[in-house]
């Protein structure tokens, strides 16, 4: 340990996306810190992480499954986050997946569940900032030629 943190390698993850809200990424970031010694803890923070940025994005319903359809995003990501949801949620509850250490299906899917909590992100969060920044960089460029 040092500063109260496990310091031998237990890494092995992906960055988070940049434009991830803070404190999504911070559960994000401790996934991936474990996600080679316990995949099954690693997916259920990553379902913690994606509810975090659908709350974080004012969605609307009492359960993160109602929350994510209330989102209207294109099908393709919606069934990625329903995919993060039920992951950790048989991370958690069920026996569905080998989450067993040793097991490659676990490390494939805590690894898919990281790059899909990351596409997440750069559509709720990435792709708004990206685009404010081209409008207002075209307003300023009309702007400066009147």
Do not use: Y
């Not at 499954?65 to 990501?77: M, V, W």
């Not at 950790?88 to 069920?94: C, L, R």
């Not at 299906?105 to 596409?119: I, K, P, T």
Request: proline share 4%.
């Amino acid at each position: 340990f040092e500063g109260g943190k496990l310091v031998f390698p237990t890494g092995g993850g992906i960055p988070a996306a940049e434009c991830m809200p803070k404190d999504a990424k911070e559960v994000f970031e401790e996934a991936q810190s474990i996600i080679n010694l316990s995949p099954r803890a690693a997916c259920a923070m990553l379902r913690a992480c994606v509810e975090r940025m659908v709350n974080a994005s004012e969605a609307e319903g009492k359960t993160l499954a109602q929350k994510i359809e209330s989102l209207n995003l294109p099908p393709t990501l919606t069934k990625i986050a329903h995919v993060c949801r039920l992951v950790g949620n048989d991370a958690v509850h069920d026996n569905v997946i080998d989450f067993s250490i040793d097991s490659k299906e676990a490390l494939a899917v805590s690894g898919a569940m990281s790059r899909f909590a990351n596409r997440i992100a750069e559509e709720l969060f990435g792709m708004a900032e990206e685009a404010d920044e081209w409008t207002a960089k075209i307003e300023a460029a009309r702007a400066n030629k009147k």
